[in-house]
T-cell receptor, first 114, second 112 residues
């Protein structure tokens, strides 16, 4: 059963507008969340993270919002640029047996149109 | 630049023929991971090493083995690849299991 879900496989946004990528999770033990960006033929690269003690984290054009009661997080990109076109993965971490493990979503492919 | 390197980038093997994928890192990280990612699916953790301590995921098939001879290198051995093992294999590292993971570019495995 998928504990981290990205229900939108793809998203197209006009350059300069806001991109909103969504992620839902089912496990209330998750306490740390990350977003990764992946270009073709490259591995995922870390973008931004948020701890469960916060509801918002901002880094330049990227902001992640966490709604724990809804078990939902979102990534906002403002303004969107063509170079943001990539696959975005949401990942959640849970402490388990003295270590931490990340569970990834299936990804959302963002296309920013010039 | 410090980085995570995977070789080869593309690997073709025959059904049942053992194959080894390689990962090296210059980050001097304690933890190294292997993920399997099939098309349109989430990366799935197979196992990880914390230093020399091996941690296998419960649902990782016995067909998959790993070796970490030193801090810099980690290998994924698939003893008898089946058609269902065709996938992208991603290696990642982190200084601690809690920390951000740094990924290599992946090895795409094809099984004929």
């Amino acid at each position: 059963d998928q504990q981290v879900k990205q229900n939108s496989p793809s998203l197209s946004v006009q350059e300069g507008r806001i991109s909103i990528l969504n992620c839902d999770y089912t496990n209330s033990m998750f306490d740390y969340f990350l977003w990764y960006k992946k270009y073709p033929a490259e591995g995922p690269t870390f973008l931004i993270s948020i701890s469960s003690i916060k509801d918002k984290n901002e880094d330049g054009r990227f902001t992640v919002f966490l709604n724990k009661s809804a078990k939902h997080l979102s990534l906002h990109i403002v303004p969107s640029q063509p170079g943001d076109s990539a696959v975005y993965f949401c990942a959640a971490s849970e402490p388990t047996s003295g270590t931490y493990k990340y569970i990834f979503g299936t990804g959302t492919r963002l296309k920013v149109l010039a | 630049d410090a980085m995570v390197i995977q070789n080869p980038r593309y690997q073709v093997t025959q059904f049942g023929k053992p194959v080894t994928l390689s990962c090296s890192q210059t980050l001097n990280h304690n933890v190294m991971y292997w993920y399997q990612q099939k098309s349109s699916q989430a990366p799935k953790l197979l196992f990880h090493y914390y230093d020399k301590d091996f941690n296998n995921e419960a649902d990782t098939p016995d067909n998959f083995q790993s070796r970490r001879p030193n801090t810099s290198f980690c290998f994924l051995d698939i003893r008898s690849p089946g058609l269902g093992d065709a996938a992208m294999y991603l290696c990642a590292t982190s200084s601690h299991t809690r920390d951000t993971q740094y990924f290599g570019p992946g090895t795409r495995l094809t099984v004929l």
